[in-house]
Nanobody
Framework: QVQLVESGGGLVQAGGSLRLSCAAS????????MGWFRQAPGKEREFVAA????????DYADPVKGRFTISRDNAKNTVYLQMNSLKPEDTAVYSC???????????????????WGQGTQVTVSS
């Protein structure tokens, strides 16, 4: 079975940093583009970042551009999200997802990601 397990979430003050990890198993990790999404209570899930199978084709949502960095280590079957200069509005449950091979117009769509982790809570205090 495919399993994605996020870790690294927690409570941090505004301006601080966190590094999220997502460990994948049950799939050929290097065959999948990976994405990070987040969802705050009462709000729709929103795209955060995506990365191609070999670490290229990186895309960021505008609110996190310049602050967050997505990366992957295919040898470790892990995708990361380095989050710097965190803001209270970054507070959400962050989920990683394994996607299909997509084009540039599809990378931000949750429908393109058949496998999802349970999510990890990130809380940024002001």
């Amino acid at each position: 079975q495919v399993q994605l397990v996020e870790s690294g979430g927690g409570l941090v003050q505004a301006g601080g940093s966190l590094r999220l990890s997502c460990a994948a198993s049950g799939l050929t990790f290097s065959s999948y583009p990976m994405g990070w999404f987040r969802q705050a209570p009462g709000k729709e899930r929103e795209f955060v970042a995506a990365i191609g199978r070999s670490g290229g084709n990186i895309d960021y949502a505008d609110p996190v551009k310049g602050r967050f960095t997505i990366s992957r280590d295919n040898a470790k079957n892990t995708v990361y999200l380095q989050m710097n200069s965190l803001k209270p509005e970054d507070t959400a449950v962050y989920s990683c997802a394994a996607g299909v091979v997509w084009g540039s117009t599809q990378r931000r769509s949750p429908a393109m990601y058949p496998y999802w982790g349970q999510g990890t809570q990130v809380t940024v205090s002001s």
